[in-house]
């Protein structure tokens, strides 16, 4: 028999400002450990993935957002689970992001987005970014 593994559904918020974007880098003891990643969460039952993306920048950062457009979605398979995430083009409206769950919250270029060491779901999202 074949277990299945589980499937979840994640939002990411590509936080823009000018030309940077709010990269977040996760923990020592989580999952994918010390990977960058978007700031956002898993979609909970009921919940559109914008509702999802404000309801977690609001527990993570204690920021509200604007939702601009979709940039990408992607389909990986890690060991743990398989993790569908789409990611959104947003705009800080209020609040400073403080770090409530990340080691560390770094701006950065669109160039220089390839250099961290980013969760393979979030590449899509890298090459849309610095692509064209
Ligand atoms: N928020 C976010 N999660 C991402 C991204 N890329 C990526 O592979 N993930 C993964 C990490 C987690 O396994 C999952 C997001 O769930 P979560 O935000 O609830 O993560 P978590 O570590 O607190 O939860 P868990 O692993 O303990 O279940 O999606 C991304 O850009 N942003």
């Known amino acids: 028999m074949t277990l299945m593994k589980k499937e979840v559904h994640v939002v990411g918020a590509v936080i823009m400002e000018g030309d940077n974007i ?3 880098q996760r923990g020592a003891t989580k999952t994918l450990a010390h990977k960058w990643e978007f700031p956002g969460g898993k979609i909970e039952a009921g919940e559109t993935p914008e509702a999802a993306l ?3 920048i ?3 950062l204690g920021a509200e ?3 601009d457009h979709h940039i990408a979605d992607c389909t990986y398979e890690y060991d743990f689970a398989v ?3 789409a990611t959104y083009a947003c705009r800080l409206l209020s609040g400073e992001p403080v770090s409530e769950e990340h080691i560390r919250l770094a701006w950065r270029k669109r160039s220089e987005l390839p250099e961290l060491d980013w969760a393979a779901a979030d ?4 090459d849309a970014l610095t692509s064209g």
């Open 58 to 60: 609001e527990e993570e």
């Open 65 to 67: 957002i604007a939702i």
């Open 22 to 24: 709010l990269c977040a």
């Open 54 to 56: 404000h309801r977690e």
């Open 123 to 126: 590449w899509p999202t890298i």
């Open 83 to 85: 993790v569908h995430l």
